[in-house]
């Protein structure tokens, strides 16, 4: 499992205290984009490999201003062309589970605008963070 920390900043909470629905997404792309990394791919826009096809997150408990949060992230999927990530996001004080993510990552050649087939080295690096559910 691959794990980050977030502290809320002020401007993502809304008018009624609490984590603004839209910054769980900032959290779990800082998420993915260090995940991605930790697997030796640099976050480098003329040389990237990645496109999201598809993101939901379930919103379980409230989170605030200053809360410091864990967003821990592992595979779920692989496949010939994209794998499954899923993510955790938790109070890092208490680890009350506050959201849960998901996101479909496409090997993506951007030259060409179409999918390839993931390198057997990228497989293998997804294969140690795999867990079955």
């Keep these: 499992m691959h794990e980050i920390n977030v502290t809320v900043r002020f401007s993502e909470t809304d008018a009624l205290g609490h984590i603004n629905?839209?910054?769980y997404f900032i959290y779990l792309e800082e998420a993915r984009i260090r995940f991605i990394e930790s697997?030796?791919?640099r976050m480098d826009t003329n040389d990237w490999n990645f496109i999201l096809a598809s993101t939901k997150c379930d919103f379980i408990s409230q989170g605030y201003f200053d809360q410091t949060l864990?967003?821990?992230t592992y595979v779920s999927r692989i496949g010939t062309k994209s794998f499954q990530l899923e993510h955790d996001i938790v109070c890092g004080q208490t680890y009350q589970l506050i959201a849960k993510g998901n996101a479909v990552m496409?090997?993506?050649d951007f030259k060409k605008q179409k999918s390839e087939i993931m390198p057997e080295l990228l497989k293998e690096g997804l294969k140690s963070f795999l867990v079955h559910n």
Excluded: I
């Design 21 to 23: 629905n839209t910054s």
């Design 70 to 72: 864990t967003v821990k």
């Design 39 to 41: 697997l030796g791919y």
């Design 106 to 108: 496409v090997f993506f």
